[in-house]
C-alpha cells in the first residue's frame, strides 16, 4: 500500500504572521480533505495523516506548483484569503495538494524547502 501524505505550500514574500500563516495553512489542508475521495483520506487517516509545510517564495511560484499538481491530476487547492485583517482581498497566500501518493507529491515539490 502507499504511503499517502499532503503538503501544503506557503509564499514567503507575504511574511504573513504566525497566526495568520497558521489559519491559511489550515484552509489550504481542509479544502483539500474535502475535495479528495473519502477512501483515500481513511487510509491517510490511518497512516497518521502526515503533512508537510514548504516554502514557495511568491506568487508566480505559488501558481507554479499549483498548475503542476493539477496537471498530475493530484487533488489542489489555491487558497485566497478574503482580506479582512493583515493582506489586501484576494491575495493568494498557500497551495494545499493532496492527499495523495507521496511519490507523486514528491514528483514536484521535492526541491522546495521546509518552512
Known amino acids: 500500500m502507499p504511503s499517502y501524505k499532503q503538503v501544503i505550500l506557503a509564499r514567503q514574500d507575504l511574511q504573513l504572521p504566525k497566526g ?12 483539500c480533505v474535502l475535495k479528495s475521495d473519502q477512501k483515500l483520506v481513511q487510509t491517510w487517516c490511518k497512516q497518521g495523516m502526515p503533512k508537510i509545510v514548504l516554502k514557495v517564495k511568491d506568487e508566480k511560484e505559488l501558481l507554479f506548483y499549483y498548475q503542476k499538481a493539477k496537471d498530475i491530476n493530484l487533488c ?11 493582506v489586501d482581498p484576494g491575495t493568494k497566500t498557500c497551495v494545499g495538494i493532496g492527499p495523495a501518493d507521496e511519490k507523486e507529491i514528491d514528483k514536484i515539490t521535492a526541491k522546495l524547502s521546509l518552512l
Not at 495568520?20 to 479544502?31: G, M
Open 20 to 31: 495568520k500563516l497558521a489559519a491559511q495553512v489550515a484552509h489550504a489542508s481542509v479544502e
Open 76 to 86: 489542489a487547492s489555491l487558497i485566497t484569503d478574503a482580506g479582512h485583517t493583515v
